[in-house]
C-alpha cells in the first residue's frame, strides 16, 4: 500500500487501505462534529488510516439557488477545529490560486475538483503551498491522462501528491468506471483513491439536481479494493435526503462501517499470498 505523507494519519502500520470521509460540504456548526465523531470511533476501531473531508464552499453547483456554504472563514475555522479536536488530517477543495493559500492555513490535504484538474496554475498554487494535494480525476480524461497532471505538481515543488478516480462520463447523465484506470494510475507512483460515491452520480438532471446509486456504493468499494485501490473515498450524512449538497449519492452514516469491515475482508483476500 501506498499512503499519503500526512502526520497525523494514524494506523498505516496495519496495512489496510486508508480512507477520506466526510460529509460534502460545511453545512452547519453541527453536523460536520456528529460525523467525525462516528468516523473516527469506526476507522479507531477497524484500525483504518483516516482524513476528515468537507468542502468549506461549494462552487460547482447545478442551479444558482443551490446551498454553497456557510461563509468561507467560518468554515474553515470549524474544520481547523475539527482536526484539532480529533487530531485528525482535513482534506478540502480550492477552486483558484487565492484559495489555495487561503484554505493552507487551516488544512492538510488539498484536493483539486475534477473539473480543474488541467488548471495549470491551480496545481502550481497547490503544490507551493507545501500540503498533501489530492487531484480528482476529471470525468473527461484517461488514466494516461493524469501524469500531466501530477507532473505539473511535481514540477512546481509538490512532492506528496495523490489522484482520484471518480468516474468518467458516459453520455449526458451517467458516469462509469473502468478499474483498468488503477493501475494504470498508480504508475505515477502516488496513492490512487477511488471515490466511491461520486462515481455513482447521475448528473446534468433536468431538475438542476445531481442524481445517484447509493445502493451500488458497497459494490463500488468492493471492486476498487480488489484491483489494489490505496485508499477509499466517500461521502456521508446522518440523513442523505436533508443533506443541503449531493444527498442522493451519500453513504448514509450508520452504514459505514458494516461498508468497511467488507472492503477489509476483500482487501485482505486480495493481498494474501497463494501458496
Known sequence: MMYPNIPKMKYTDTGNFFLIAGP??????????EIV???VEVTERLQIPFAFKAS???????RVDSFTGIGDWEALELLSEIGKK??????TDIHNEVEAEMAAQFVDVLQIPA?????????????????????????????????????KVRY??????????????FGYQDLVVDFRGIPIMKENNVPVVM???????????????TGGNPELI????????????DGIFLETHPYPLYAKSDGANMLRMDFVEDVLKRLLVIHKAANSTIE
Open 37 to 39: 465523531e462516528h468516523l
Open 56 to 62: 468549506y464552499r461549494k462552487a460547482n453547483r447545478s
Open 195 to 209: 471515490d466511491i460515491t461520486h462515481s455513482l452520480q447521475k448528473p446534468n438532471q433536468p431538475a438542476g439536481v
Open 115 to 151: 473539473f480543474l484538474c488541467r488548471q495549470t496554475s491551480l496545481l502550481q498554487a497547490a503544490a507551493q503551498t507545501g500540503k498533501v494535494v489530492n487531484i480528482k480525476k476529471g470525468q473527461f480524461l484517461s488514466p494516461e491522462a493524469m501524469k500531466h497532471a501530477v507532473d
Open 24 to 33: 460534502c460540504v460545511v453545512e452547519d456548526k453541527v453536523v460536520p462534529f
Open 218 to 229: 458497497g459494490i463500488m468499494g468492493r471492486a476498487a479494493v480488489a484491483v489494489g485501490v
Open 86 to 91: 480529533y487530531n485528525v488530517p482535513i482534506v
Open 156 to 169: 512546481f515543488g509538490g512532492k506528496d501528491i495523490m489522484i482520484t478516480e471518480r468516474g468518467t462520463t
